[in-house]
């Protein structure tokens, strides 16, 4: 590992966690940047973020910082995301896989519990099930990839084909101030939840929307990007879900849009019948960022399951 940083005992955020340490890696030919927090010889617990304008940094604000009382944790910037730029070709969920492989085997982690939120738990799911010898549970907050079809699908499709149109968000979010920054993080809590420092997270916002300009990225994942057909999804991890041999809990705002409720539940079922162990909670007055609307049960949700675990 190279560039590691150190950063005084203080609190709030990832990178204020005291024993805070930083690693810029080079995997498979690009930059993946890990933060790194907790006691050496706990167990390990690996955190991966979603799509589009998520990173480590933002959606793990409260959750990192939490679990690491407890847990030797590292959390992921995935390829095109927070600092791991810049990052060259197509990044589809096969390249991803080795990615994160060779990223897991640079950190010398083995016998980790992955936790992932959209992308993030649908690229845990697909690494769960190609590596079962190295997870030992999955936690899912709202993973992709469970249904067939999504909404408005031949629009979305269409979407993405005309020129222009996947760099259009980040376009007008270049030139927003910070206070419309504000508010637009603000817009996406629901059912009375603020954010818990809505200031450092528009920072972060900024700073990611300033990265995928810089580097002239999408909007959109090419994760995302490769599974949108006209009518249908080009595949769906529904075959994978059967592959999982470590316990999982799946994790829900219910007044999600992103991902339907049945579409959950049937990924769940299938897990179960498969001979596994699943748990669900689904959690009222939030949506998909559920770890940042409602972190104080999203934090309790979580460790309750990693100690359960450990303690057996």
Not at 11 to 18: A, F, M, Q, T
Not at 75 to 91: F, I, M, T, V
Not at 238 to 259: E, Q
Request: proline letters at 5%; a negative charge; glycine letters at 8%.
């Amino acid at each position: 590992m190279s560039n590691t940083i150190e950063t005084r005992e203080i609190s709030n955020g990832i990178e204020n966690v005291p024993g805070f340490r930083h690693h810029d890696l080079n995997v498979c030919g690009g930059p993946i940047s890990v933060y790194e927090a907790g006691e050496k010889g706990r167990p390990l617990v690996v955190l991966l973020h979603g799509s589009m304008y998520d990173e480590s940094r933002f959606i793990w604000d409260q959750l990192f910082p939490f679990l690491s009382r407890d847990y030797h944790l590292f959390a992921l910037d995935l390829p095109r995301h927070g600092k791991s730029r810049p990052w060259e070709g197509y990044l589809d969920r096969t390249r991803l896989m080795d990615i994160l492989h060779n990223t897991f085997n640079q950190l010398g982690l083995e016998d980790f519990s992955l936790v992932g939120l959209s992308m993030g738990g649908s690229l845990s799911i697909e690494y769960a099930a190609l590596h079962p010898d190295k997870v030992k549970s999955l936690v899912l907050f709202e993973p992709g990839g469970l249904s067939e079809k999504i909404d408005s699908q031949f629009i979305v499709w269409l979407y993405t084909k005309i020129p222009g149109m996947l760099r259009m968000l980040n376009r007008k979010y270049i030139k927003k101030d910070h206070a419309a920054m504000r508010e637009l993080l603000e817009s996406i809590y629901v059912g009375g939840s603020k954010p818990t420092d809505p200031d450092r997270l528009t920072s972060i916002l900024e700073d990611e929307t300033k990265g995928k300009y810089q580097y002239g990225e999408n909007d959109m994942d090419d994760w995302q990007l490769s599974c949108i057909g006209p009518f249908r999804l080009k595949w769906t991890l529904l075959d994978r879900l059967p592959l999982i041999k470590c316990p999982t809990l799946w994790l829900r705002g219910a007044d999600s849009v992103l991902v339907k409720q049945f579409e959950i539940d049937k990924a769940v079922k299938l897990v179960i019948d498969s001979g596994t162990k699943a748990e669900l909670e689904v959690f009222p007055n939030a949506r998909h960022i559920l770890p940042l609307e409602r972190p104080d049960r999203a934090n309790a949700a979580v460790k309750a399951f990693l100690d359960k675990l450990d303690h057996q």
